[in-house]
């Protein structure tokens, strides 16, 4: 009787130490000394501490101090603490730390540079898009205005 608990511990104990993601997530990791060159797609975390020239489509994208990442980055948000050059495109925020680079063709949503950041080269403010079922229909504006007029007409 004992002894089933006791395996059954150590058997816990053991897959604890064991490095397991989250199911659903995918996380892309470049680390310090490491040079890739190629794409990256459908990732929802990619942090690059080393070098890579990469297209990349990302939900969450952070270069690290040691990070250096060039080409065509297409991410939610992005956090740069060493170097990115390219055309990026941030649909959410772009961060730029202390130390961070930023130079090519930017395109973001919303900005943050904390003292000592850099950005350089082409840059762009992108509007948040509506989907069209977000907008009124031209039937819902003519009957809004209608009812502005019903209602000056009654006065």
Known sequence: MFEKNKNKSEVKESNMDVFRPSKGSSKVIIGHGVTLKGEITKAD??????????TIKTDNLVVGATGKI????????ADIWGEANGEIKVSGTLTIQEAGLVAGTIEYQNLQIKLGGKINGDIKVSDKIKNISD???????SASSKSLQDSISNK
Do not use: L, R
């Open 45 to 54: 975390e990619a942090q690059v501490d080393g070098v890579a020239d990469v």
């Open 70 to 77: 060039s080409g065509n980055i297409d991410t939610h948000n």
């Open 135 to 141: 907008t009124p229909s031209k039937k819902e504006d």
